[in-house]
């Protein structure tokens, strides 16, 4: 069994701000004099996920954060790379900058994205759905200087202060500029191509005005031999604050335009026996430095939206692009406390990266498509229109993958969303407490179009993969510059969709809390409801009788050839409507008692939901006739129950935390390519630990969550008692970092043990553990070099597999952490 090693340093996994700085939450690590020196620990507070700042020593929810200077020291190449820092969180990271799998605690990653923890940017969702197919929400966050902590709240009361985030809230703080000065930071690869710039800078235009300024641009190949710069682009935000006695208002802009390779599972070798299986790379390919992608794809050409021929940037991979406005207001009134936060964000781009549906010997491959005696030619690279004289050395390795090109348009994303809140402290004779009522809305866009293609490529690294054609027996081509269909071929045709559906989310909510001495008590309720109004129209649908595969003379010679054949569109008359409501109840209630002034114990039990919202289009769930639910709001609302309890300690620069949860989770999901519905029910107990120790110029921290889950309930009975897939029973991440004015050094380890690639259990995913390392030095005023390592031991970490067993070529579809990667970087402070 093989090991692969994550960096970060110094990650202070605690929130940090001061009672004064509570009712203005995104100043909390901002620079505010206050902060200069060592903060009690009794000062914490939460921000994220509760009525209004709370210390975290009181109460009774399980809360982390990674502040900016962590941030800058981890240099994390993505937003799952940061996430995945935080106990209880698991981040699938191995995707690239975008398209993470992300989960908490024993809640199942039964879907890609995050499907029960929402993303926000400064308090409000980036998207209202996490998991929107081939759109998640990290795909539109980048974590660079302008974000001023990172604060996550695991189960507990996310459930009734967010829509659809039962397992947990990740916010994105941004910085605001109550710190004057700035930076500039120039950083390249030392062993992989890339080049960026970072920077950032606020300041103080008067005593009652703040603006803050911040982005980001890089382009280069990245962590992988791919052969063209796959990622390109950048971000800049903005705020600008104006503060009053009674309170304050923050007006601020985002533009985000970026372009990056997106990796899917990749063909790996894996022999010995399931449970103790041997994954290695294929000769000639590592699918921990190279890609599917290459530099001899050509641009996909196929039938678009609106069934006109259309092609496409192949190296244009995971594109991007956020165009968001908003404020957030907060004002006293005569003891009551209005907030109000409200956004709108335009958000597009696509989604095209190479998904392997099979592996094979090259000649096996060939037959299997042109009949037995068929033979391969070069249809891209070098030596196109060759013919492949020994199919068995093909490539290195004689592997032929089968591709579906996974081309979806992110026609419109768009997301407007407004949370108005008032919040009164109460005294409640014996104690004092505090009460606040709400209201959000949202309207979230889902406007998507996929567009499938069909290919050959040889399975080689360093970017020189190059497409295949077929000739029969008889010397006919039966493929066409490497499409063998011009459609999901490899998965019978399927999947040529268009989603045209908006959906409406409103939910009122309350929370009480009191405090009675040394004990704390709080409950909060939630109601969402709302409407999902628009079409879906394909041949998935069933709804139009004519067949979803057409003739297309593509190449326009008169001629149809076998690929031309076979031409996936969108029949006009195969709309089907989506027209239903949706309603579900959340309620969370929890209690603190501090034994002592630095040790305190805590109980929660929270009941929250979660609108599947378009993972439910497509499937019995949604009427193709009427649009309607035809089994209620079971088959769009997925149920979480969780009960979590455990020990707080914060005292002389340590600080410990303790929590045993239990989660039950009912859902309905359907699984695309192949299309698959379940209907299952998952239960899950475990233990959360998270603890850091500083003293003098060293610093550690750490954190651990065992988790015992089970399949308790399914359509497949074959899989009740399961361990659902890809739940190891450990996650850990650690650091350890020393630092004076001169120097920095630290290391930090993220890692997971063994878990199951599906849920038959069969396969077994190495567990592995990823170093990450930096060190830094600050040789004048104002100056600091550093070198950041990724992936320090330069090991393999799978997070995923599709096959469920090991298949008889010994050939299974995984994805790899990427490779080790080092980069440079100058910091020039001002």
């Known amino acids: 069994m093989q090991f692969r090693h994550v960096l970060a340093a110094g990650v202070a996994l605690s929130a940090i701000a001061t009672p004064a700085m509570a009712q203005n939450t995104t100043d909390a690590v901002d620079g505010d004099p206050l902060l200069e020196g060592p903060a009690a620990e009794s000062d914490v507070i939460v921000v994220t996920g509760v009525a209004r700042g709370q210390n975290r020593l009181e109460s009774s929810v399980s809360v982390s954060s990674v502040d900016a200077e962590s941030i800058a020291d981890l240099n994390p190449r993505s937003s799952a790379d940061l996430i995945r820092q935080i106990p209880g969180i698991r981040s699938e990271a191995s995707g690239g900058e975008g398209n993470a799998n992300i989960a908490v605690r024993g809640i199942p990653v039964s879907t890609g994205g995050a499907r029960y923890i929402q993303l926000q ?105 791919i052969g063209y710069d796959g990622f390109q682009g950048g971000q800049v935000k903005a705020n600008y604050t104006r503060e009053f006695d009674a309170g304050y208002i923050r007006f601020y802009g985002k533009y985000l335009n970026d372009r990056t390779a997106t990796f899917l599972p990749q063909p790996v070798l894996v022999n010995g026996t399931a449970d103790n299986p041997d994954y290695t790379p294929i000769a000639n390919f590592d699918p921990a430095t190279d890609a599917l992608q290459s530099q001899y794809w050509t641009d996909p050409v196929t039938l678009g939206r609106d069934n006109r021929v259309d092609n496409f940037d192949f190296r244009n991979g995971l594109e991007v692009e956020s165009v968001a406005v908003g404020f957030e207001a907060e004002v006293d009134f005569g003891g009551w406390t209005v907030t109000e936060r409200f956004r709108v964000a335009d958000n597009k781009g696509g989604f095209l990266s190479p998904f392997p549906a099979s592996a094979g010997d090259a000649q096996g491959v060939a037959d299997g498509i042109g009949g037995p005696g068929s033979s391969l030619v070069f249809a891209s690279g070098p030596s196109q229109g060759q013919t492949v004289a020994n199919p068995a050395a093909l490539g290195g390795n004689g592997i032929v993958s089968q591709i579906v090109l996974f081309n979806t348009r992110l026609n419109g994303l768009r997301n407007i969303s407004n949370d108005l809140r008032l919040s009164r402290d109460l005294d409640w004779g014996s104690g004092s407490g505090a009460i606040t009522a709400g209201f959000y809305a949202s309207e979230q866009e889902v406007n998507t179009t996929w567009l499938w293609t069909s290919h050959l490529q040889t399975t080689e690294g360093d970017g020189n993969a190059v497409l295949l054609d077929v000739r029969d027996a008889n010397g006919d081509l039966v493929t066409q510059g490497g499409n063998v269909g011009y459609g999901a071929s490899f998965f019978g045709n399927c999947c040529r969709r268009i989603y045209d559906v908006t959906y409406k989310t409103y939910a009122p909510f309350l929370s009480v809390s009191g405090e009675f001495g040394a004990l704390t008590l709080d409950g909060s309720v939630r109601y969402d409801f709302g409407t999902a109004k628009g079409r879906i129209g394909g041949p ?50 929890g209690a603190n008692y501090l034994l002592s002034d630095d040790l305190s114990i805590f109980a929660r039990y929270s009941q929250g939901g979660r609108h599947t919202a378009d993972r439910s289009l497509f499937s019995p769930a949604v009427s193709t006739v009427t ?71 060293f610093s550690l921290s750490a954190g651990a969550t065992w988790t015992d889950s089970e399949i308790e309930d399914a359509l497949n009975p074959a899989i009740i008692g399961n361990t659902p897939r890809r739940q190891a029973d450990l996650v850990f991440q650690g650091t350890a970092q020393y630092e004076n004015d001169f120097f920095t050094a630290g290391l930090n380890a993220v890692g997971t043990t063994d878990s199951f690639t599906q849920d038959n259990n069969d396969l077994v995913l190495p567990g592995y553990t990823q170093v990450n390392a930096f060190v830094a030095i600050r040789p004048v005023d104002r100056v600091e070099l550093s070198v950041n390592a990724n992936n320090l031991f330069d090991v393999y970490g799978y997070t995923e597999a599709e096959e469920g067993s090991i298949p008889g070529n010994n050939i299974v579809r995984a994805r790899s952490i990427a490779g080790r990667t080092i980069t440079a970087s100058i910091r020039l402070d001002f």
Do not use: C, M
């Not at 929400?137 to 459930?159: P, Q």
């Open 627 to 697: 649009g309607d639910t035809p089994g209620g709001d079971s088959g769009v609302i997925a149920d979480v129950d969780q009960l979590e309890g455990g020990l707080k300690y914060q005292g002389a620069g340590v600080r410990l935390y303790a929590t045993a949860f239990y989660a039950k989770t009912a859902e309905t999901n359907v699984e695309i390519a192949p299309l698959l519905l379940t209907d299952n029910t998952y239960e899950a107990f475990g233990v959360e630990l998270e603890g850091s120790y500083s003293f003098g110029p």
């Open 121 to 225: 940017e400064d308090g409000l969702p980036v998207l209202e759905f996490g998991d929107i197919v081939f759109g998640n929400s990290d795909n539109f966050i980048r974590a660079d200087r302008s974000v001023g902590r990172v604060e996550a709240i695991r189960g507990g009361s996310a459930s009734t202060f967010a829509s659809n985030s039962p397992g947990g809230i990740i916010n994105f703080i941004s910085k605001t500029g109550r710190e004057e000065g700035g930076a500039i930071v120039l950083s390249t690869g030392l062993d992989f191509d890339t080049n960026r710039v970072d920077f950032d800078y606020g300041t103080a235009l008067s005593d009652v005005d703040l603006i803050h300024i911040g982005g980001f641009y890089r382009q280069g190949e990245g962590p992988r031999d």
């Open 540 to 589: 998935d649908t069933g709804v139009s009788a004519r067949p979803g595969v057409v003739s297309v003379d593509f190449n326009g010679d008169g001629t149809i050839s076998p690929a031309e054949a076979q031409t996936s569109w969108i029949q006009p008359d195969s709309f089907a409507p989506v027209d239903y409501d949706f309603g579900y109840l959340s309620f969370s209630i």
